[in-house]
């Protein structure tokens, strides 16, 4: 009201001052807020239970850099990492020697070789190539990927692949089935990469490195690859599939717990998706306790001491409207608050579970 009265006497609108002014002049990429909130913090160095990390890749390949990882490993109390490699052949087995020979806390998981996609002999070629990688040490396959324009046929080539309800797929993945080997797909990415890159598009920080272009002939937006991704899980129960991000909609949570309750063979990570979730605590942290046996800790970031704290720090408190170097894009964080019985499941339970489902 007071606002109203200056500037019906005649005052200057407060966008004409000069701190406005510089405000104009400020560019959005530039804008890099500290947070005034004196509140109480906390800041654990590990992680409260033993934890296995579902979601990592081949962030180091070096012994010498393993071992360092082993130790970053240790002092954040993590018992294992899944090591997504999506490497078939002599590349897996290099990697599945090199991890296997510095520690026992990695275990690899394999991909598809589908560089036979076309032939007459695929999937036979594919499928055995599966089983030989299953007998060398891998665990599971991942991490699958369709953004759009389905998994990549060639990770040396980057035309369009095949959506994961495409035929070709049944029979690797009625072999994963077959041999109780987890599949982990990544669908889609989270929301506002397929939004326009505009004023109303409120994750536009994050959104602006990782748009999808809709206008690509061919694309599926965000619900296409979701459909797909339902399609196979639907068509090969006895098939485990892991779905990591929350399956990229963590916006709705209502259809990602109906996926869940309609699927028993699907499962969800949580990895590299604390910023587009801890903007909703309350939400996140009901969905989380709802589904509390379905949901695997991950991480899917450099292995950094710095990236694990952030992890204990977003799940185990509730530390309010704090931003992080690394993991912070324009949102504030806040801190989840998860119980220990919530925790023990999430960072380690259901892990072993899952992994318990190999037919070694």
């Not at 490195?209 to 068509?235: K, M, Y």
């Not at 709705?252 to 717990?257: H, N, Q, T, V």
């Not at 952030?310 to 801190?335: C, K, N, V």
Request: negative net charge; aromatic residues 10%; charged residues 25%.
């Amino acid at each position: 009201m007071a606002a109203c009265l200056l500037l019906a006497a005649g005052c200057s609108s407060p966008k004409n001052t000069e701190p406005a002014d510089a405000v104009d002049q400020l560019k959005l990429k530039d804008y890099d807020p500290v947070s005034v909130f004196k509140m109480e913090e906390h800041h654990p160095t590990a992680a409260r239970f033993s934890t296995i990390d579902m979601h990592s890749h081949v962030y180091r390949d070096t012994e010498a850099s393993i071992r360092e990882w082993v130790k970053t490993l240790e002092e954040n109390n993590i018992e294992k990492v899944i090591v997504h490699t999506y490497a078939y052949g002599e590349e897996f087995d290099r990697l599945y020697d090199l991890f296997t020979r510095v520690s026992d806390k990695f275990e690899l998981f394999c991909g598809f070789d589908m560089s036979n996609w076309d032939q007459p002999d695929f999937p036979a070629s594919a499928v055995k190539e599966l089983e030989r990688c299953f007998s060398k040490g891998a665990g599971g396959v991942g991490e699958l990927s369709d953004k759009g324009m389905g998994e990549r046929l060639s990770r040396q080539l980057r035309e369009p692949g095949l959506h994961f309800n495409d035929p070709k797929f049944d029979a690797l993945f009625e072999k994963c089935g077959e041999l109780g080997m987890p599949v982990v797909i990544h669908s889609g990415d989270p929301i506002w990469m397929y939004e326009p890159i505009d004023a109303h598009n409120d994750g536009l920080m994050n959104a602006k490195h990782w748009q999808i272009d809709l206008s690509t002939p061919g694309i599926l937006d965000l619900d296409g690859i979701v459909n797909a991704f339902v399609e196979c899980v639907e068509r090969h129960p006895n098939t485990t599939f892991v779905a990591c991000h929350l399956l990229n909609i963590n916006h709705d949570y209502a259809r990602l717990g109906q996926i869940l309750d309609t699927h028993p063979n699907m499962w969800i990570d949580i990895s590299a998706r604390h910023q587009e979730t801890c903007v909703t605590p309350r939400a996140t942290k009901h969905f989380y306790e709802k589904y509390q046996d379905r949901i695997l800790f991950g991480t899917d970031n450099d292995p950094d001491p710095e990236m694990y704290r952030a992890q204990w720090r977003i799940l185990e408190t509730e530390d309010e409207h704090f931003y992080l170097t690394e993991q912070s894009y324009h949102w504030p964080m806040q801190g989840i608050g998860l119980s220990d019985a919530v925790l023990q499941k999430i960072y380690h339970d259901n892990a072993v579970r899952l992994l318990a489902s190999r037919k070694r």
